[in-house]
T-cell receptor
Framework: GAGVSQSPSNKVTEKGKDVELRCDPI?????LYWYRQSLGQGLEFLIY????????KSGLPSDRFSAERTGGSVSTLTIQRTQQEDSAVYLC???????????????FGDGTRLSIL | DQQVKQNSPSLSVQEGRISILNCDYT??????FLWYKKYPAEGPTFLIS?????DKNEDGRFTVFLNKSAKHLSLHIVPSQPGDSAVYFC?????????????????FGQGTILTVHP
């Protein structure tokens, strides 16, 4: 079946502009996560959705970052007034809800490579 | 404070031999561990996982070993193939805490570049 789909695959924008990144999770997956990987860094957690609610936003680096999820499916990550340090690959992952809801593997999309000029 | 560490940035192995990738963690609340493989310009691909109630999980050529007392896990690939050449990430998630704020978010190591030579 279809995997996690992210768009755009690449985004180049000027400092100060707003950007919106989209994630379409695997059908039926209730959990959705956003991560980012900056140059030379590991993957870092940003935000978690269960259904349409986001019980864990602890990884969002500043109030310029926000995310929403509608219909328990598609999610958008919005970065306002972008800064050069926002340049990174933004990855989305989804997982199903298992017997214990944290012990199901997360499946990743190919990410959006964001470059801030 | 890096809670998941992969101390070897790279590993080079001959085709057909065993590849052993190592990972150490510090958070005793971690109870689910995963290995991902990543090719350039692609997202991480899930390989294999292990729950803290087990010490070994096997799937084809891939075996993950967990030593809870040492807070150490390893991934064995036997036999190694040139197509296995990629970056391998170890990841861990924690039991939801009393406040219920863990929710399965993954903490990743820095990755190990595996090169398998023909």
């Amino acid at each position: 079946g279809a995997g996690v789909s992210q768009s755009p695959s690449n985004k180049v924008t000027e400092k100060g502009k707003d950007v919106e990144l989209r994630c379409d999770p695997i059908s039926g997956h209730t959990a959705l996560y956003w991560y980012r990987q900056s140059l030379g860094q590991g993957l870092e957690f940003l935000i978690y959705f269960q259904g349409n609610s986001a019980p864990d936003k602890s990884g969002l680096p500043s109030d310029r970052f926000s995310a929403e999820r509608t219909g328990g499916s598609v999610s958008t990550l919005t970065i306002q007034r972008t800064q050069q340090e926002d340049s990174a690959v933004y990855l989305c992952a989804s997982s199903s809800r298992g017997q214990a809801y944290w012990d199901q593997p997360q499946h990743f999309g190919d990410g959006t490579r964001l470059s801030i000029l | 404070d890096q809670q998941v560490k992969q101390n070897s940035p790279s590993l080079s192995v001959q085709e057909g031999r065993i590849s052993i990738l190592n990972c150490d963690y510090t958070n005793s609340m971690f109870d689910y561990f995963l290995w991902y493989k990543k090719y350039p310009a692609e997202g991480p691909t899930f390989l294999i996982s292990i729950s803290s109630i087990k010490d070994k999980n096997e799937d084809g050529r891939f075996t993950v070993f967990l030593n809870k007392s040492a807070k150490h896990l390893s991934l064995h690939i036997v036999p190694s193939q040139p197509g296995d050449s990629a970056v391998y990430f170890c990841a861990a998630s924690a039991v939801p805490n009393a406040g219920g704020t863990s929710y399965g978010k993954l903490t990743f190591g820095q990755g190990t570049i595996l090169t398998v030579h023909p």
